[in-house]
């Protein structure tokens, strides 16, 4: 099962930031947070991840908050072609290389 | 850099013949994901390989579905008689395993398999 949690849905007007929201309660002090985002008919699309210091690249911010139960993707200045199903994950441990991904969340950028 | 390649895009075949996907890795990725998604059931994954061996095949369904790395940069995910329940787009993803830090997939664009 996943182990994060996301609102289903979420819209943005094009051009403001974009906020997307995950919680992981239960992640353990040597999980990492991974982004991904798939757009329509698209593979997955490798985003941004963190351990506890948050993290920026030219996509994306990653703010994990301190006691690293939830975070936040930021999308600085979205764009129409930003619209897609956001994932959240939290990496399985033990050596394993298995990203779960849940349900994710759809992320509409309006004009 | 090409990006992980598969092929074919799209399979349309009937129930009991053999489907052949194919994925070609990343130059110099050690690591090999196969994932399945429907609407049902999400983005599962099958199976996965770490310097050609494989390291976790639970997800795999059933016998039907085999996975094979040839070499260190191509796999093949083969189902053996398909059924219209494997109708799925399945994906295949590559990585450079390193550390926990630096481990990243790139997925492939995914094969759309319709079995009729």
């Known amino acids: 099962d996943a182990k994060t949690t996301q609102p289903p849905s979420m819209d943005c007007a094009e051009g403001r930031a974009a906020n997307l929201p995950c919680n992981h309660s239960t992640i353990s002090g040597n999980e990492y947070v991974y982004w991904y985002r798939q757009i329509h008919s698209q593979g997955p699309q490798y985003i941004i991840h963190?351990?506890?210091n948050n993290e920026t690249n030219e996509m994306a911010s990653l703010i994990i908050t301190e006691d690293r139960k939830s975070s936040t993707l930021i999308l600085p200045h979205a764009t129409l072609r930003d619209t897609a199903v956001y994932y959240c994950i939290v990496r399985v441990t033990g050596g394993s290389e298995k990203l779960v991904f849940g349900k994710g969340m759809k992320l509409t950028v309006n004009p | 850099d090409a990006g992980v390649i598969q092929s074919p895009r799209h399979e349309v075949t009937e129930m009991g013949q053999e489907v052949t996907l194919r994925c070609k890795l990343i130059?110099?990725?050690?690591?090999l994901f196969w994932y399945r998604q429907t609407m049902m059931r999400g983005l599962e994954l099958l199976i996965y390989f770490n310097n050609n061996v494989p390291i976790d095949d639970s997800g795999m369904p059933e016998d039907r579905f085999s996975a094979k790395m040839p070499n260190a940069s191509f796999s093949t995910l083969k189902i053996q008689p398909s059924e219209p329940r494997d109708s799925a787009v399945y994906f295949c993803?590559?990585?450079?395993?390193?550390?926990?830090?630096?481990?990243?997939?790139?997925f492939g664009p995914g094969t759309r398999l319709t079995v009729l």
């Open positions: 130059s110099g990725h050690n690591s």
């Open positions: 993803a590559s990585s450079l395993w390193q550390s926990p830090s630096t481990d990243t997939q790139y």
């Open positions: 963190g351990l506890k």
